[in-house]
């Protein structure tokens, strides 16, 4: 079983930055991956970014060179920071951590508006 953690979801003006934080409940070196999806109202889960096991990194067109996704292996905890954030970027963000089986956290919600 692994839990996760999120924090550091709000509200932001457009062209703002927010950094989310995931922090799972055991070492993820055992993870395939570990990362962030998000769904907005009406729409399907979508990948932001993810690291894999090895430490190679991938992300959602709409997002790339405006996000950066990372890790620390000594807390546990995946980061995610969102910079030149745009309204089309409101959403509900999930962490979520691939091992044998997939386990999501609950969501924070980011909201991006003036």
């Known amino acids: 079983q692994v839990q996760l953690v999120e924090s550091g979801g709000g509200l932001v003006q457009p062209g703002g930055s927010l950094r989310l934080s995931c922090r799972a409940s055991?070492?993820?070196?055992?993870?395939?991956?570990m990362g962030w999806y998000r769904q907005s109202s009406g729409k399907e889960r979508d990948l932001v970014a993810r690291?894999?096991?090895?430490?190679?990194?991938q992300y959602g067109d709409s997002v790339k060179g405006r996000f950066t996704i990372s890790r620390d292996n000594a807390k546990n905890t995946v980061y995610l920071q969102m910079d030149r954030l745009k309204p089309e970027d409101t959403a509900l963000y999930y962490c979520?951590?691939?091992?044998?089986?997939?386990?999501w956290g609950q969501g924070t919600q980011v909201t991006v508006s003036s």
């Open positions: 979520y951590a691939n091992t044998a089986r997939v386990y």
């Open positions: 055991r070492s993820f070196f055992s993870f395939n991956a």
């Open positions: 690291i894999l096991a090895g430490g190679t990194t």
